[in-house]
């Protein structure tokens, strides 16, 4: 599918699936075991890859495209950006 810049943090793999003509959905799986789900892997959406325009854009949740966003400002585990005031922004 497309060749993505982020490499998975220890513990976690990244799955694609097309989520319309144009746009693949990219999740992050979770490989720890837990008890809820019978130990199956959990998935999360990472966010949303346009093949035309070849842009990223954040998730608004799993089944909804939010905002383009530059792949400089995501990081592995999301491409969701944070929404910080100066003070926190600081900290960081």
Known sequence: MIDFPHK???GY???QT???RNIVAIWIRNHAKFDY???TPVKSIWGFYDTKSKSYYAPI???KQGDKVDIK???PYSAMQLNLNPL???FI
């Open 8 to 10: 998975p943090p220890k």
């Open 61 to 63: 949740n799993s089944s």
């Open 37 to 39: 789900n019978g130990g």
């Open 18 to 20: 097309q989520f319309k």
């Open 73 to 75: 400002s995501t990081t």
């Open 88 to 90: 926190e922004a600081a």
């Open 13 to 15: 793999s990244y799955e």
